[in-house]
């Protein structure tokens, strides 16, 4: 599956060679997908290769193949729209109606746990892709939620270990569209990379402050970062 930016760029270079016979320049496929940095294009070209669309020719310049299209595009598909992985949490989410009283030792069983969603990873780390779809479902425990959605991702990097979120965790995430400062949260950027940070409000900036010294914090204007979820709890296997 493609993200929508993604499949965006990927019929941009299509269209483009089929009229000229040449791959567009970095700053046309930036002003094509309205972007705010090329660094935005590198990360999508690097998924587009990833995945077997396109292939960079080595030492030539603006040189890229379209190795295939989207299976929409296959006219033995019968016109299928071409299926996306969403920039923000989608989906029926984990949820509990109200906070649920503590049961008694002697009434916890598994029948009263909650079914939340893992909608694929998150990087605690570098960004990586935005988050993917509903890949599976955990059983977890109502007084770990509190009330409202919820959902999980498998963290990926070290970049929060200070705050005790190791690489290979579960956080649980109720879904929210805004945050107090110093919150650990699920931020979006751009529309396309999905990353778990410490939020923190500077004047008219927003920054993503990691917990590890490893890593810079990240600033941004508002309108570069969306929020989609608030931490509040954590699984962890041994």
Same mark, same amino acid.
Not at 19 to 41: H, Q, V, Y
């Given at each position: 599956?493609?993200?929508?930016?993604?499949?965006?760029?990927?019929?941009?270079?299509?269209?483009?060679?089929?009229?000229?016979?040449?791959?567009?320049?970095?700053?046309?496929?930036?002003?094509?997908?309205?972007?705010?940095?090329?660094?935005?294009?590198?990360?999508?070209?690097?998924?587009?290769?990833?995945?077997?669309?396109?292939?960079?020719?080595?030492?030539?310049?603006? @040189?890229?193949?379209?190795?295939?299209?989207?299976? &929409?595009?296959?006219?033995?598909?019968? !016109? =299928?729209? %071409?299926?996306?992985? $969403?920039?923000?949490?989608?989906?029926?989410?984990?949820?509990?109606?109200?906070?649920?009283?503590?049961? @008694?030792?002697?009434?916890?069983?598994?029948?009263? &746990?909650?079914?939340?969603?893992?909608? !694929? =990873?998150? %990087?605690?780390?570098? $960004?990586?892709?935005?988050?993917?779809?509903?890949?599976?479902?955990?059983?977890?425990?109502?007084?770990?939620?509190?009330?409202?959605?919820?959902?999980?991702?498998?963290?990926?990097?070290?970049?929060?270990?200070?705050?005790?979120?190791?690489?290979?965790?579960?956080?649980?995430?109720?879904?929210?569209?805004?945050?107090?400062?110093?919150?650990?949260?699920?931020?979006?950027?751009?529309?396309?990379?999905?990353?778990?940070?410490?939020?923190?409000?500077?004047?008219?900036?927003?920054?993503?402050?990691?917990?590890?010294?490893?890593?810079?914090?990240?600033?941004?204007?508002?309108?570069?970062?969306?929020?989609?979820?608030?931490?509040?709890?954590?699984?962890?296997?041994?």
């Amino acid at each position: 599956m493609l993200t929508r930016k993604q499949h965006e760029l990927l019929m941009f270079i299509h269209e483009r060679m089929k009229e000229t016979g040449i791959p567009p320049s970095f700053d046309e496929m930036k002003d094509a997908l309205d972007l705010r940095s090329k660094s935005g294009i590198h990360r999508l070209i690097t998924a587009l290769e990833e995945r077997g669309f396109i292939r960079r020719l080595p030492n030539r310049a603006r @040189a890229l193949e379209v190795v295939k299209l989207p299976d &929409s595009m296959n006219p033995t598909l019968g !016109g =299928r729209r %071409a299926k996306f992985e $969403p920039s923000v949490i989608e989906g029926n989410l984990g949820r509990v109606a109200s906070p649920p009283p503590r049961p @008694a030792p002697a009434q916890s069983d598994a029948g009263q &746990s909650v079914t939340v969603p893992v909608m !694929g =990873r998150i %990087a605690a780390g570098t $960004p990586i892709e935005a988050i993917q779809s509903h890949s599976h479902s955990i059983m977890v425990p109502p007084e770990m939620l509190g009330s409202g959605d919820h959902y999980a991702l498998e963290v990926r990097g070290d970049s929060m270990i200070d705050a005790g979120i190791f690489d290979g965790d579960t956080v649980l995430i109720r879904k929210q569209d805004a945050a107090s400062t110093g919150e650990i949260v699920v931020a979006l950027v751009d529309d396309e990379e999905a990353t778990l940070k410490r939020l923190r409000r500077k004047g008219n900036s927003v920054a993503l402050e990691a917990a590890n010294p490893a890593y810079e914090t990240r600033i941004f204007p508002p309108d570069r970062v969306r929020v989609q979820g608030r931490l509040v709890g954590l699984i962890r296997r041994y």
